[in-house]
């Protein structure tokens, strides 16, 4: 069978190609075969922070990630590889340390595997594991567990780190690395509403904890009742100030809107019944928790709402930041 002109022309064109330039296509090809079922970046960019430069990503379902290598980078630690099967990743793999990793960290820690803009695939860590990791190396310190010398390095450089976070959310960080929150789709705030938002009541768990309340009377300048659970009326709206207006846009509103009040003026079960259980609840703990903290932290109620407008700002409202101690450029 005689080969078509265009058959010709291709064949006369790859035997015109250098070796090197074979064996790139060929390594496209390849990847591109393996990495079919992988999540593509949509934006890449360098966060600067603490005077590093941490190469980030946006996949195309709104992950955001850190390339592996930079979580070392960041923890001021040399690159020794990931791991494999069930082990922990090396940055938090020490006995001493296991203490510390929290249910919260273990559902974040797996690493993404992507394809970067390049076509070439690549491995990244959820953006959120870096805080969290950081917090591992200061409870330890904290809890006077003893450090090697290396991990009282990283403590420190932990430390650095934490500060820059407390004034803008890593996510918010990478997003302006990236250039993802200038190019971020019109409905992002509906897919964010879904994730947090549960179509049917979810059982009670308490959640809350004690220490909240406690805190809350305490800065506000009451004194806490042992023997009843009644509180201010006034809490409530205490409540959805501190918490679920910082929580992720829009989520208050969403939750009202969702489970309104009946004719009596009560809900069928509590705002927080309405919270997803794979993102909605996790995320109302982690937030409660880092409240809670700034919390102890406090000495009366207007200190403690200046630290929590720098750490959670309420989602809608301008922050100021010290651009002296955090910048990003994007690429």
């Known amino acids: 069978m005689a080969k078509s002109p265009q058959s010709k022309g291709g064949a006369a064109r790859a035997k015109s190609l250098s070796a090197k330039k074979k064996k790139e296509i060929a390594q496209k090809a390849a990847v591109a075969r393996w990495s079919a079922h992988l999540p593509g970046a949509s934006h890449e960019g360098e966060l600067e922070i603490a005077g590093l430069n941490l190469p980030v990503a946006v996949t195309s379902d709104g992950t955001r990630l850190m390339i592996s290598k930079a ?39 797996a690493p993404i595997e992507f394809v970067n803009k390049t076509g070439q695939k690549a491995m990244g860590y959820r953006a959120e594991l870096l805080p969290l990791v950081c917090d591992v190396y200061l409870d330890a310190r904290k809890k006077g ?13 932990a430390e650095v780190l934490m500060r820059g976070f407390a004034r803008v959310g890593i996510v918010a960080l990478v997003d302006e690395a990236t250039g993802y929150q200038r190019d971020r789709a019109s409905d992002a705030l509906a897919k964010i509403l879904e994730k947090f938002i549960a179509k049917e009541l ?46 992720a846009p829009g989520v208050l509103e969403e939750l009202k809107r ?27 703990r982690e937030h409660l928790a880092s409240v809670c903290t700034i919390m ?30 955090v910048k990003w450029k994007g690429l």
């Open 71 to 109: 979580f070392m980078t960041a923890l001021g630690r040399p690159w020794k590889g990931s791991y494999a099967g069930t082990e922990l990743p090396n940055f938090i793999a020490a006995k001493n340390l296991l203490p510390f990793i929290t249910r919260e960290l273990r559902e974040v820690l």
């Open 145 to 157: 567990k003893v450090l090697t010398e290396s991990q009282q390095r990283v403590a420190e450089q």
């Open 202 to 247: 979810q059982p009670w768990i308490k959640t809350f904890p004690d220490e909240f309340y406690e805190q809350l009377f305490r800065l506000r300048g009451l004194k806490f009742p042992k023997d009843t659970v009644k509180r201010p009326q006034y809490f409530g709206h205490l409540t959805n100030d501190i918490i679920y207006r910082r929580l």
């Open 258 to 284: 969702t489970e309104p009040k009946t004719f009596s003026g009560k809900r069928k079960g509590t705002i927080q019944q309405r919270l997803t259980p794979e993102l909605g609840h996790p995320k109302l």
């Open 296 to 325: 102890d932290l406090s000495a009366d109620y207007e200190d403690f709402m200046g630290k929590l407008e720098k750490r959670h700002p309420k989602y809608g409202e301008t922050m100021q930041l010290d651009f002296e101690a």
